[in-house]
Nanobody, 127 residues
Framework: LQLVESGGGLVQPGGSLRLSCARN????????VGWFRQAPGKEREGVSC????????FYADSVKGRFTISRDIAKDTVYLEMKDLKPEDTGVYFC?????????????????????WGLGTRVTVSS
């Protein structure tokens, strides 16, 4: 069982990236999927989360209007479309999933209480 993130890289401020998170080997669906990031010297924070059953989404205030979470059920892949990137968006981005319905999407995005995590993909926003 693996979550594999991709799509990170170096981008200039104002640029865009699309991150992907592919689930490999999973036979059951998840209740929640989330994107988290960890900047150098900072704690991990929830960026955006999605419920597979209600399609409810949550976005951190810092990314509202710039990031969009989506999924392709057929490919079992989740995306994070990032636009108007800023230097403060720099960090390692992780995706996470969990089949358990432990809390609301907003709560899960805040606590990070997911049971499956990828290894991350690095995003650097710099001129």
């Amino acid at each position: 069982l693996q979550l594999v993130e991709s799509g990170g890289g170096l981008v200039q401020p104002g640029g865009s990236l699309r991150l992907s998170c592919a689930r490999n080997g999973y036979s059951i669906d998840y209740y929640a999927v989330g994107w988290f990031r960890q900047a150098p010297g900072k704690e991990r924070e929830g960026v955006s989360c999605l419920s597979s059953s209600t399609e409810t989404t949550f976005y951190a205030d810092s990314v509202k209007g710039r990031f969009t979470i989506s999924r392709d059920i057929a490919k079992d892949t989740v995306y994070l479309e990032m636009k108007d990137l800023k230097p403060e968006d720099t960090g390692v981005y992780f995706c996470a999933t969990d089949p358990r319905r432990l809390a609301t999407i907003q709560q899960l995005c805040t606590t990070g209480d997911f049971n499956s995590w990828g290894l991350g993909t690095r995003v650097t926003v710099s001129s």
